[in-house]
Each structure stands twice: as structure tokens, then as C-alpha cells.
T-cell receptor, first 111, second 115 residues
């Protein structure tokens, strides 16, 4: 059974810092991995999708990497801003179209 | 191109009533997924539907819950005789095809409160 863990559960940083969020999964047989952002009381915004054949994806200040063999993904946020404050979720697709989600990292970026 | 739409955004029901949650997928998407987020928990898969077919309902509670995606109209998640433990955010997602390489796009969710 696929399990997804995210650490840390919460993170508080001053504006301008570069930071790394971690996601690990127990079964390396995945098709892809998605990183999402969730604002309080809101839906999920897809940030990056990494296919299993890819090592990383970049979008603006965000960079996500994937190491399937070790069951890990990281989301790197450069030059953090207060607007980045949200909960970040990773989810793996095991090929049966069920996304398995981690419990998220709550990020607070203070001005 | 409008995104995934869900309504209502907030729904309050008394114990024992029925709750109907609607999801309109993105234009051109024929695959719909429902997820539930219980308070202080992660999102959990409930059901995967294609037009007029349930593909995978392995995450659905065995009783009181049902889902459909008719040929015309939105997908409906129906909860009969709601209980307090059904209070949660219910999210719908859609994709253009059912292959795993496609990204799932999420709606804003319906927040169900059972009093």
C-alpha cells in the first residue's frame, strides 16, 4: 500500500529565504508526482507535475525534483515571499488514477 | 476555459438528511475523481468515474455514499442520511483521459457541515 509522508509538517521562515519541502513515498512504482498548493478554505492549485521518467520540473521560483528509486521528491522555493504562505501537498499517481496524498507542509513566510 | 466547478461551495445539513454535491469537469474532460478531506487529515480518494461508468469506487464508504456521472450534466456525489462524521471538504478533479500521465485539475471543493 502506497504511503506518502511530508516533512516538515510546518515551517516558518522570514521573507527572502530559499527553502526545501520534502515528500517521500513507500512504493517507487509511480507514474507521476504532483505538487499542489492549498490556501485555507480553498481548493488545490497544481504547481508542478513530474512524470516518472523525469528528474525535475521548474516553474518560476519553484523547482521540483524526483528520485523514484529512493522514493523521494523535493520542492524548492527560491526567494520566498509572504504570498507563498499556504499548505503544500504532494501526491503520487500509482497508475490507477488514485492520487495518494501526503498530509502536507504548512508554510508561513513572514515579511 | 473555465476550470472545474463545484456547487454548492458550502452545504449545511442536519443529521439524517441527504447531501448532493455537484461537479462539472473542465471542458473536454471526460474523467472525474472525488476526494474527501476530513478535518486535520489529508485528502483521500473516493471514486473515479467516466461518463456513465464507475471505474473505481474502492475509496467509497460501503453505505450511504453513491456517485454518478451521467451522459449529460454534472457528476453527483450523494450522501444519504448524513452523520456528523461526514463533515468534511469534498473535492472533485477532472482529467481529459484516464491514463495516468494526465494531470488532475481540482475544483474549489464543497464544504459539508452536518449539524
Amino acid at each position: 500500500k502506497q504511503e506518502v509522508t511530508q516533512i516538515p509538517a510546518a515551517l516558518s521562515v522570514p521573507e527572502g529565504e530559499n527553502l526545501v519541502l520534502n515528500c517521500s513515498f513507500t512504493d517507487s512504482a509511480i507514474y507521476n508526482l504532483q505538487w499542489f498548493r492549498q490556501d485555507p478554505g480553498k481548493g488545490l492549485t497544481s504547481l508542478l507535475l513530474i512524470q516518472s521518467s523525469q528528474r525535475e520540473q521548474t516553474s518560476g521560483r519553484l523547482n521540483a525534483s524526483l528520485d523514484k528509486s529512493s522514493g523521494r521528491s523535493t520542492l524548492y522555493i527560491a526567494a520566498s515571499q509572504p504570498g507563498d504562505s499556504a499548505t503544500y501537498l504532494c501526491a503520487v499517481n500509482t497508475g490507477f488514477q488514485k492520487l495518494v496524498f501526503g498530509t502536507g507542509t504548512r508554510l508561513l513566510v513572514s515579511p | 476555459n473555465a476550470g472545474v466547478m463545484q456547487n454548492p461551495r458550502h452545504l449545511v445539513r442536519r443529521r439524517g438528511q441527504e447531501a448532493r454535491l455537484r461537479c462539472s469537469p473542465m471542458k473536454g474532460h471526460s474523467h472525474v475523481y472525488w476526494y474527501r478531506q476530513l478535518p486535520e487529515e489529508g485528502l483521500k480518494f473516493m471514486v473515479y468515474l467516466q461518463k456513465e461508468n464507475i471505474i473505481d469506487e474502492s475509496g467509497m464508504p460501503k453505505e450511504r455514499f453513491s456517485a454518478e456521472f451521467p451522459k449529460e450534466g454534472p457528476s453527483i456525489l450523494r450522501i444519504q442520511q448524513v452523520v456528523r462524521g461526514d463533515s468534511a471538504a469534498y473535492f472533485c478533479a477532472s482529467s481529459p483521459e484516464g491514463t495516468a500521465s494526465y494531470e488532475q485539475y481540482f475544483g474549489p471543493g464543497t464544504r459539508l457541515t452536518v449539524t
